[in-house]
């Protein structure tokens, strides 16, 4: 089945909608479950934090909600269409139309300029943005011509940010997107995501076992074991710049 999808039309609307849902992993005989039976919203123009220390299952909810993987059971759907029933092709339009991923490790293409790895997607994406815009969203202009080896972690994470979203994609996806630079560089590489997040209404989620990050947050989806135990809303939350380390 391969279906096309719509752009959200307003902040009110459930961008994801998650019911039920399990993943088993199988290796042989052994079974490891990694989500039970999690039921979540997302609504857009949020920033949301997922919370959980390692192997609590939210890079698995993560990229089940991205189309990166598919749950064993459950539901999860995206506006009015149903991701757990659309096949590979219809999954992979739904990344590249509407998702940016930003993970851990940059994944930058050594032999291109910033520009140049950032133009990579704009070639493929339906309603780009100008690199250079992208670039200017993240603070980094003025390295647009270097090499990924010429540039420090946290301008190489923003390269990538950069990338994910000059695609305007509805859905800002980002896996431990600060886990391996330190804290000053983690704070400017938050900076951009919220930015990205205020500036262009993008729907936002982090995952982090880092608690200081939930204070940015909206909403902070609390995860472990599998199972989500508790969310937390916040009337008032702090700027990347405010978060006490």
């Known amino acids: 089945m391969t279906e096309s999808v719509e ?3 307003t902040e009110r609307d459930t961008v994801f909608r998650a019911r039920g849902i399990n993943k088993v992993y199988r290796m042989g005989e052994i079974h490891v479950q990694a989500l039970r039976g999690v039921d979540l919203d997302l609504f857009a123009g949020e920033f949301v934090v997922l919370l959980g220390p390692s192997g609590s299952g939210k890079s698995t909810l ?3 909600l991205g189309g990166l993987d598919v749950p064993t059971s459950g539901s999860v759907a995206y506006l009015d ?7 590979d092709t219809a999954l992979t339009r739904f990344r590249r139309e509407h998702v940016g991923f930003v993970f851990q490790f940059y994944n930058l293409i050594p032999s291109l300029t910033a520009r140049e790895n950032v133009a990579l997607i704009t070639e493929i994406a339906r309603n780009p943005m100008d690199p250079v815009e992208a670039l200017r969203l993240v603070g980094l ?4 011509n270097h090499f990924p080896s010429q540039l420090s972690g946290g301008e190489q994470q923003r390269i990538a940010i950069a990338r994910a979203i000059a695609k305007r ?6 896996d431990e997107p600060t886990g391996a630079l330190d804290v000053h560089t983690g704070v400017v590489v938050l900076e951009a995501i919220e930015r990205i997040n205020r500036e262009l209404g993008t729907t936002t989620a ?3 076992h880092n608690a200081v990050i939930a204070s940015m947050a ?3 989806i609390h995860i472990s074991d599998g199972r989500i135990t508790h969310i937390d ?3 008032q939350k702090l700027s990347a710049r405010d978060l006490e380390w």
Do not use: K, Q, S, Y
């Open 7 to 9: 752009t959200p039309a």
């Open 141 to 144: 202009t003025e390295r647009m």
């Open 81 to 87: 269409h149903e991701l757990t029933a659309f096949d």
């Open 169 to 174: 994609p509805d859905v800002l996806l980002c």
């Open 62 to 64: 993560l990229n089940i």
């Open 206 to 208: 982090v995952i982090t």
């Open 218 to 220: 909206d909403r902070v």
């Open 233 to 235: 809303r916040h009337e």
